[in-house]
């Protein structure tokens, strides 16, 4: 389904690599977690997919195909089609990609409207709806609501909530429960991977939380300075990891009576 080939990322005119050579692929349905130190080049390579790098940021080498197609080369008109509805992404921090100007209904029912011909009252109930299956109880509130009026987490689960409404068939997650409790973290988990049985969904989820890939992700690829420093199987890098670097990565997570819990 996704394809990376030697793909390499700069930022700006005459500036190093901020990732170099990253080769991968998923087949439908299957969730891959990238782990890694901050600045090792995991958001980057998730806004790369998406075609959305922030400033002067452009791949710079190697080829992303999705579905047979390289998305390097594709129009405005294009990427409008596309994402939201067959790729999506949560963001890291999804209040900040909401106008806080405007409510969320009218935000949201203009998403939904974009994407696919139907009436405003029949969008804002697919958007309570979506709301309320990820946690929030009073759908209909929070449209009428700004985003300056819910809280961080509320904010962060309208826009996953945004991301999955049209069930894509990738799914980019850049640390999606960051800013979730943990009740509400295993809510969101349990949504996504129902997202995946479901539908099919591939899930390219990026996180810092050993836990959250050792609980989703089929194959994890852990980064460093921009290069993919290992990958494999959730068992082989959890329990068996080769790399040095994956070793210490593994090692930092608490233990609690002898036990580690990832």
Request: aromatic letters at 4%; hydrophobic letters at 40%.
């Amino acid at each position: 389904m996704l394809s990376l080939q030697d793909v390499s990322v700069i930022y700006g005119k005459n500036a190093e690599p901020a990732v170099r050579n990253v080769s991968f692929e998923m087949k439908q349905g299957e969730i891959v977690g990238i782990v890694g130190e901050s600045g090792s080049g995991k958001t980057t390579v998730v806004r790369a997919i998406l075609g959305c790098l922030p400033g002067q940021g452009h791949v710079s080498g190697g080829d992303i195909r999705f579905e047979g197609e390289s998305l390097t080369g594709l129009s405005g008109e294009v990427w409008r089609r596309r994402r939201g509805t067959e790729l999506s992404m949560i963001f890291q921090d999804s209040g900040a990609m909401l106008n806080p100007i405007r409510r969320i209904g009218s935000q949201y029912v203009e998403y939904i409207r974009a994407h696919l011909r139907i009436q405003k009252k029949e969008a804002w109930e697919r958007g309570v709806g979506m709301l309320e299956r990820m946690g929030l109880p009073d759908g209909g509130h929070v449209m009428r609501s700004y985003p300056f009026q819910l809280s961080g987490g509320m904010r962060q689960r309208v826009g996953i909530a945004m991301a999955m409404t049209f069930q894509p068939k990738l799914l980019l997650a850049d640390e999606p429960t960051s800013a979730l409790d943990v009740t509400t973290q295993a809510q969101i988990v349990r949504q996504m991977l129902e997202l995946r049985d479901r539908c099919g969904t591939g899930i390219l989820l990026v996180t810092h939380n050993l836990g959250v890939a050792a609980c989703m992700a089929d194959r994890i690829l852990v980064m460093k300075d921009g290069r993919i420093a290992e990958a494999g199987t959730r068992d082989q890098i959890l329990r068996h990891p080769s790399g040095a670097y994956t070793r210490r990565l593994v090692g930092s997570v608490p233990s609690m009576g002898g036990d580690r819990y990832v």
